[in-house]
């Protein structure tokens, strides 16, 4: 059996449910962004890696890494007072991924204002503040990794606070 029957959609009719339909699936997109949006991070745990000894840093003065592996470059600073998330017997020292979470440019540290700054788009990332992005069209803070040092005064990273940039989920 064949159906004859064609309805006739008028240009505005057929506009008007268009912008009806568009609306109702922007707002159920937006509700799932908002809803990951707030769901604090996860610590992401990578093997511990030996980055440093203590007695090899110095105040404001950067040491280029790699965690968790060669294909993540990163800092390790030793910032002279305690800060967001630091260790060490001052709780200054902390470490960094450098590729900016916005396009993956590579950050370049300003001794300076203590930020770790993007050249492409021009983000900048408060190191004495977790890596809270002060800056830029970057959505997301700087990647933080979590440091233990041991009792001979090394130093390990062992995970990070969020999802490395350019890496399509939280494993090796």
């Given at each position: 059996m064949r159906c004859n029957k064609m309805v006739n959609v008028g240009r505005r009719q057929f506009l008007r449910g268009s912008a009806v339909a568009g609306v109702g699936a922007a707002a159920t997109i937006m509700t799932g962004v908002q809803a990951r949006a707030a769901t604090p991070s996860a610590q992401?745990?990578?093997?511990?890696?030996?980055?440093?000894?203590?007695?090899?840093?110095?105040?404001?003065?950067?040491?280029?890494?790699?965690?968790?592996?060669?294909?993540?470059?990163?800092v390790l600073l030793k910032m002279g007072e305690a800060?967001?998330?630091?260790?060490?017997?001052?709780?200054?020292?902390?470490?960094?991924?450098?590729?900016?979470?916005?396009?993956?440019?590579?950050?370049?540290y300003n001794g300076d204002d203590r930020t770790l700054n993007c050249p492409g788009h021009?983000?900048?990332?408060?190191?004495?503040?977790?890596?809270?992005?002060?800056?830029?069209?970057?959505t997301q803070n700087l990647p933080q990794f979590t440091l233990r040092v041991d009792d001979k005064g090394d130093i390990y990273a062992e995970g990070t606070s969020d999802l490395i940039f350019g890496r399509p989920s939280n494993v090796l």
């Open positions: 992401i745990d990578y093997p511990s890696t030996k980055l440093a000894n203590i007695a090899d840093l110095t105040i404001n003065d950067p040491v280029d890494i790699e965690f968790p592996d060669s294909d993540s470059p990163g800060v967001e998330g630091g260790v060490g017997p001052d709780s200054d020292i902390v470490a960094y991924s450098v590729l900016c979470p916005h396009k993956g440019w590579q950050l370049s021009f983000s900048r990332f408060d190191t004495e503040a977790g890596g809270q992005q002060v800056w830029g069209h970057a």
